[in-house]
């Protein structure tokens, strides 16, 4: 098994990537962040994000929500901001998932 600061570090630079990822992902051509939302919300769930990262996967769920709502009430920068945000988040929970998912494989790869 990884050890705890090992698995910290991992972790870290996990999210780090996601963040980076989702900056990357919001400035695509044609700038269709309520698309792209969904798109990375059903990406971290495919994943399994709802089990292993269900507070990451929360909020952004959350996040598009209140986005969906402010669009409703023709706050559109407002709305933009938490779409980006809802896809950081998700992408966030799907990094976090995948990791979990690495280390069990690797778990079952080391002799106890």
């Known amino acids: 098994m990884i050890k705890h600061n090992t698995l910290t570090k991992l972790l870290?630079?996990?999210?780090a990537a996601a963040m980076l990822s989702a900056c990357?992902?919001?400035?695509?051509?044609?700038?269709?962040?309520?698309e792209?939302?969904?798109s990375a919300i059903r990406d971290a769930q495919a994943v399994g994000a709802e089990?292993?990262?269900?507070?990451?996967?929360a909020s952004a769920n959350a996040s598009f929500t209140k986005a969906k709502k402010l669009m409703l009430h023709k706050r559109s920068?407002?709305?933009?901001?938490?779409?980006?945000?809802?896809?950081a988040q998700a992408d966030l929970?799907?990094?976090?998932?995948?990791?979990?998912?690495?280390?069990?494989?690797?778990?079952?790869?080391?002799?106890?």
């Open 51 to 57: 089990t292993y990262a269900p507070d990451e996967y």
């Open 93 to 112: 929970a799907k990094a976090i998932s995948e990791a979990e998912h690495a280390e069990a494989t690797l778990s079952q790869l080391q002799p106890y």
């Open 12 to 15: 870290a630079g996990v999210a």
């Open 36 to 38: 792209y939302a969904i």
């Open 24 to 34: 990357a992902t919001t400035s695509a051509p044609g700038g269709d962040s309520y």
């Open 77 to 87: 920068d407002r709305a933009q901001k938490l779409l980006q945000l809802s896809i």
